[in-house]
């Protein structure tokens, strides 16, 4: 039986529940076993458990009946409008940002000084202190793109990032709850490669780089 091995828990409890419900292990109408045996076999706590029951009753897949037991109500959950309506809002933001990013990291390449590039590379070491919490990381990110767009020594765009900071923080923070990065490493290399192509002057290999690492994280929620 496969058991929970990453974090969050509860949310990973859920999609191994609702996977076995999907390939058939209990049909529509079916009690599905107490929490003591699911939290053995899931290997997580029973509160973990009753979490997942609770996120999956939510969905419509699984109704807790008081003194009776946990039934399957449905085969599989519908689409989940709000995290849809989350993931078009957040699209928007990144089309948006590739606008205002990838003109100012061509700028950079052509206009920072050796102070903007020791400025940059510094943000760029702090989007990878361990421990990050989410939002601790965006911050950091948020840090290392504004030090791009301030290198381009363009004030209209360094005013125009600022004023969409806290749409692009707030939708950054949504989509890696959504969908959290898939490797750091790949991340971390994205990020490099457009700091590298500025400290090179290189402008259109900054363009490429920065524009790339945009349009990946907007497929990544396609």
Known sequence: MTQVVRTPLADQAADLLLARVRAGEWALGAKLPGETTLAAQLGVGRSTVREAIRRLAGG??????????????ALDVPDEWGDVLRRADIVTVIEARTAIEVEGAMLAAQRRTPADLRIIRRALDARTVPGQSV??????????????VV??????????????????????????????????RDDHDAHAAVVEAIA???????????????????????
Not at 60 to 73: I, K
Not at 200 to 222: I, T
């Open 135 to 148: 939002e601790e990381h965006v911050d950091a990110d948020m840090a290392l793109h504004r030090a791009i």
């Open 200 to 222: 090179e002057r290189k402008p259109d290999a900054a363009v490429g780089a920065s524009r790339s690492h945009l349009d990946a994280l907007k497929a990544a929620l396609s």
């Open 60 to 73: 419509g897949v699984l109704d807790s009946r008081h003194g009776s037991g946990v039934y399957v109500t």
């Open 151 to 184: 290198a381009s020594h363009n004030d209209v765009l360094v005013e125009l990032f600022d004023g969409f900071v806290p749409r692009v923080r707030r939708s950054m923070i949504e989509m890696l709850r959504i969908r959290p990065t898939a490797s750091e």
